[in-house]
Every structure is written in structure tokens, then in C-alpha cells.
């Protein structure tokens, strides 16, 4: 084949994966959750009618979810919330893994400036190689070794979900501090690098204009 044809198959091929991979990683994200939840909820739907209806559990997850927003976006909802969680947190394990779960999700969902201070770059996982990371919280003074006050704690997540990952205590000298929101970190970490915060703000002026 000439040179020439096969550059612009090369264009056209890395043209695709650019403008494919962001919605199949959307998708399977998505499907992934929708998934999950018609399994947990495809008990419930053999009980009301009798057998296994391929669907009927993913419709009642999104029953559920529309459902608990409705209530959540009112006074009396949150109040009723709140009461369900004061009696959840009252379980030493569950409060655990409820507590760290929720404030998780709510550093990426509501871009908590409590869950997630600042993005930075860290060598990870050797020398010469570089991870994103979120740093979650400065000093460690429940450690009393030398430089203790000088440790942070960063969560690095991994591609493309962003809500699993490692958790590292790093020495203050050994992190660097880099001009990034959350969000723009976090199209990098999902996209695998191919979504740049200079892209993604092209992007966003083009879709509106």
C-alpha cells in the first residue's frame, strides 16, 4: 500500500478511537451501574411477578434512584435521610464503610473541596513515572515519626474508574503541586490521557458558541 493511503488510514483509525472511546467508557460506566442494580433488584422483580423479566430490575434501580431524589430535594426527605443515617451510623463496621464510601463519591460527584484540596502529581508507580493524584488531607499528626506534620494523603485513582484506586502517605517534598480543577483531572484519568484540560476547554467554548 502507498505511504500516503496508509497515513490517512492511521488518521482515520486514531480519529475513530478519539470520538468512540468517550462514549463507550460513558456507556460501560453506565452499564456497568444499570447492571449491578438489576441483579440486586431482579429478586424483588420474580417476586412480584412470578419470574425473571430481563429489564424489569433496571427500570425499578431507576425507580429507585428518581424516587430517593425526589425525596432528598425536599426538607421533610433530607430530614427523614438524615434520621435513616443516624440510626446506619450507629453500627460500628456499617458506619466504617458508609462513611468513607459516601465522602468518596461525594469528592467526585459534588467536586467536595473537603474531599479532594487540590490535584497534584506524585512518581508512582517508580521513579521516572508520574500519577495524578487528589490530595485528601495534610499532616499526619497521629504518626509521630520524623516529618510526621509534613505527610499528605493522596488518593490516585486508576482508568477509567476513577472511584477505585491506592491510597499513599507522601512525604510534602515528594509531591508536585500542578494547575488543575478536579475535573479537569478527572476527563484525563477516565479518557486514559486522550482528553487534555486544553482540549476539553476548546471543547467546551465550541458547544457554547
Avoid: C
Avoid at 499528605?152 to 509531591?175: A, C, D, H, K, W
Amino acid at each position: 500500500m502507498r505511504p500516503a493511503f496508509v497515513g490517512s488510514l492511521r488518521r482515520y483509525v486514531i480519529a475513530g478511537v478519539v470520538i468512540l472511546l468517550p462514549l463507550v467508557l460513558t456507556a460501560y460506566i453506565f452499564w456497568f451501574f444499570i447492571h449491578t442494580m438489576d441483579n440486586l433488584l431482579g429478586g424483588l422483580a420474580v417476586f412480584l411477578v412470578g419470574r425473571r423479566v430481563p429489564g424489569l430490575g433496571a427500570l425499578l434501580s431507576l425507580l429507585l434512584v428518581l424516587g430517593v431524589g425526589v425525596i432528598g430535594a425536599n426538607v421533610l426527605g433530607r430530614r427523614m435521610i438524615e434520621f435513616g443515617e443516624s440510626l446506619l451510623l450507629r453500627l460500628p463496621l456499617v458506619r466504617t464503610v458508609y462513611t468513607s464510601i459516601k465522602q468518596l463519591l461525594m469528592g467526585f460527584v459534588l467536586d467536595n473541596k473537603d474531599a479532594f484540596q487540590q490535584v497534584v502529581l506524585v512518581e508512582y508507580p517508580r521513579p521516572g513515572m508520574y500519577s495524578l493524584a487528589f490530595v485528601t488531607r495534610q499532616g499526619a499528626p497521629w504518626y509521630q515519626g520524623e516529618g510526621s506534620e509534613e505527610l499528605y494523603s493522596i488518593f490516585i485513582p486508576t482508568t477509567p474508574n476513577p472511584t477505585s484506586g491506592y491510597m499513599l502517605l507522601v512525604p510534602r517534598e515528594q509531591v508536585e503541586f500542578v494547575d488543575l480543577s478536579v475535573e479537569d483531572a478527572l476527563k484525563m484519568i477516565i479518557s486514559g490521557g486522550l482528553i487534555s484540560p486544553n482540549k476539553a476547554a476548546e471543547e467546551d467554548g465550541a458547544s457554547g458558541a
